[in-house]
């Protein structure tokens, strides 16, 4: 595992940030879940498979966290499994790995509960599902699973940690080739739940109440130093944050704001010089770039180039490919 899939793995495992995520995606931001409420389960996703000759393989996956919830409804508790995926780079197949994710847990319950129907009947308590004559149904008895049994609801959130946009497929249609729509209204499709800072406002943005609205923000403009400076100097938000909040900006967006290791908390004043010499030096390098667009459509001579800019051949070589290129 990468260091950035590690350090957002750790994040996201905190359940006040869990409880805020979700509160965006359910309530819009809204404090409806609360940190207590959430219980931590194992994140291994297991499942077994047996083909047709009753050989079985067994299937595992690892979530990055996963947490069950109680709420009430009606004064009856449902419960509801609530799953995040942190990704710090576009997966292009995430619809097909959350779905599989989710199905591994669907069948896990499934699992589950045919065991403890045979743990009854083996103690002589079974408590499943009869037909009208008293006797369990023959689909109860092949499947494990009676009439009046329920799956809890599992729903995954994908946090998306990068500084690029998301430009990969939400859903399991657009991952098709096929448009007939003859065919497709008999596909399930499977959709992607997803938080991505490039792509949100700030006022979406501020619908998080805990850390994660600075880290989201610091993300979404991570490209543009002024303004992160800007926003770093007038967002109250910014003025203390955890230091471990921090060392994992500085892995998600190789910035290099100082901390002090041995406290808790670290001021983001002590970033904002080094932001902004990096903006100058965005500044000063967008201006050469500028300088050697115009020379070369000027057909100045390289050593010329050279002087003006104090770049290296190689150096000039490379910013006139991605000009070219654009």
């Not at 207590?36 to 996703?45: I, K, P, Q, V």
């Not at 689909?139 to 690029?164: A, K």
């Not at 448009?179 to 991505?196: G, M, S």
Request: hydrophobic content about 35%; aromatic content about 10%.
């Amino acid at each position: 595992m990468g260091q950035k899939d590690t350090v957002t793995k750790d994040y996201i495992r905190n359940a006040e940030v869990f409880a805020d995520a979700f509160n965006y995606l359910f309530y819009g931001g809204e404090k409806v879940i609360i940190p207590e409420s959430l219980h931590e389960l194992d994140s291994t996703a297991t499942t077994i498979i047996h083909d047709d000759s009753l050989n079985a393989e067994l299937i595992q996956r690892y979530r990055d966290s996963l947490k069950y919830m109680t709420v009430m409804e009606k004064n009856d508790a449902v419960y509801v499994i609530l799953g995040i995926e942190n990704q710090s780079h576009v997966h292009y197949a995430m619809s097909v790995k959350n779905m599989l994710y989710d199905a591994m847990e669907y069948a896990n319950q499934v699992r589950k509960t045919s065991v403890r129907y045979r743990k009854e009947k083996s103690t002589g308590n079974t408590k499943s599902e009869k037909n009208n004559s008293g006797k369990t149904s023959s689909g109860e008895f092949l499947t494990g699973f009676s009439r009046s049994d329920e799956l809890i609801p599992v729903v995954t959130l994908v946090i998306y940690f990068g500084t690029e946009a998301w430009d990969g497929p939400r859903n399991l249609y657009e991952m098709f080739g096929v448009e007939n729509k003859k065919i497709l209204p008999f596909v399930p499709d499977y959709r992607i739940n997803l938080i991505a800072p490039e792509e949100m406002s700030e006022q979406e943005i501020n619908r998080f109440h805990t850390d994660l609205r600075e880290v989201l923000l610091y993300i979404k403009y991570s490209k543009e130093k002024e303004k992160l400076v800007d926003l770093i100097q007038t967002d109250d938000g910014f003025q203390n944050m955890k230091t471990e909040t921090v060392v994992m900006l500085n892995t998600l967006t190789n910035s290099k704001l100082k901390f002090n290791e041995e406290k808790e908390e670290t001021s983001m004043c002590l970033a904002i010089d080094e932001l902004r010499e990096e903006a100058k030096q965005e500044g000063i390098e967008f201006g050469r770039r500028e300088l050697i667009e115009k020379m070369l459509m000027n057909h100045e001579t390289m050593d010329k180039i050279k002087e003006y800019t104090g770049y290296t051949q190689e150096k000039i070589d490379e910013i006139a490919k991605e000009l070219s290129a654009r």
